[in-house]
């Protein structure tokens, strides 16, 4: 069975200035780079449709839903926070995003493909259930958990998350669901300074001093996340595919290296596969150098494709 590739060209069309980093660039150096090394060819594309407010609304309050469409703007930027603001198309790319995240859901849950990578922005795992933050509109990965629950009666689901930043919106969704589990490595002390106490049982939060190479992270994922993962046996697992803790990415200081990218991928399939029936969706989050970002993400996505 084929990868699925899920995207929009309406996740192109969401910008927040020129200078900004999260910029549309970077889903154009994701598929360039798919398509010069053959992948996108082997992968089953698929257009992200747009999440219903029903399926946000496991996630996030209907107040804040509502707040979001209202402050989409008919023309020009508006701020949401410090680093985060919609143009007129950034509510469709939004909602494209987690939709991407909740079809992914659906293709894997139902057989039709082995596993889903959602290239789309904005990202999604700092965005709480009632703020917009860090870039994120819309927590997309929460989004397809929510409805793997919900939808498809899953009892346990696992978000393993090797962004640079910790995922505090995940986990203020998630911290008192019992079925689901969040395993984290972040950068520490680093925007936006949650998780490093925040350990529990479920809450697998690993923070990593700045400068922690490829090695400290396998480490990292060695001791803390695959036995709190053979413990919870997860059914399904979700990936918020962050591709800025590597060295050439200057948003933050940790030095992955591309193929810590597969290593991490080949220890998630594996885990997949003992607990999970091989079912993997994985969702863009960050990257800003784009081209470590092209690579990184072609990396993950060879190893999801791999037989
Ligand atoms: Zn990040």
């Known amino acids: 069975m084929p990868t699925a590739y899920i995207s929009h060209p309406d996740c192109l069309k969401h910008n927040m200035g020129s200078f900004h980093p999260e910029c549309p660039q970077r889903l154009i150096a994701i598929e360039n780079e798919l398509k010069t090394t053959g992948l996108l060819a082997q992968l089953q594309c698929y257009e992200a449709p747009l999440a219903t407010d029903e399926q946000l609304a496991r996630v996030h309050t209907p107040d804040y839903i509502e707040s979001i469409r209202q402050a989409s703007p008919a023309a020009g930027l508006v701020a949401l926070d410090a680093d985060t603001a919609m143009n007129p198309f950034s509510l469709n790319a939004a909602l494209r995003a987690a939709g991407a995240v909740i079809l992914a859901t659906d293709l894997v849950l139902n057989g039709q493909v082995k ?3 959602c290239a789309i922005r ?22 397809g958990v929510a409805h793997a629950l919900a939808q498809h009666h899953l009892q346990r689901v696992a978000i393993l998350d090797f962004d640079v930043h910790h995922g505090n919106g995940s986990e203020e969704i998630f911290r008192n669901n ?16 949650s998780g490093a106490n925040g350990t529990t049982e479920r809450m697998i939060n690993v923070p990593l001093p700045r400068g922690s190479n490829g090695a400290i992270f396998r480490q990292a994922v060695i001791d803390h996340w695959l036995p709190a993962l053979d413990r919870f046996q997860p059914e399904m697992i979700f990936v918020s595919a962050g591709f800025d803790a590597h060295k050439d990415d200057d948003m933050a200081q940790l030095n992955l290296e591309d193929s810590d990218y597969g290593w991490i991928t080949q220890q998630i399939r594996g885990i997949a596969a003992k607990y999970s029936q091989d079912r993997i969706v994985s969702a863009l989050e960050g990257g800003y150098e784009l081209e470590s970002l092209g690579r990184c993400a072609a990396a993950h996505v060879r190893a999801l494709a791999a037989d």
């Not at 795992?125 to 509109?137: I, K, N, P, V």
């Not at 019992?178 to 300074?193: E, R």
């Open 178 to 193: 019992p079925q689901v589990m969040l395993c984290s490595t972040f950068q520490h002390p680093f925007y936006p300074y």
């Open 115 to 117: 596993n889903a990578f």
């Open 122 to 143: 904005p990202p999604g795992h700092h965005a709480e259930s009632d703020r917009a933050m860090g870039f994120c509109l819309f927590n997309n990965i929460a989004a």
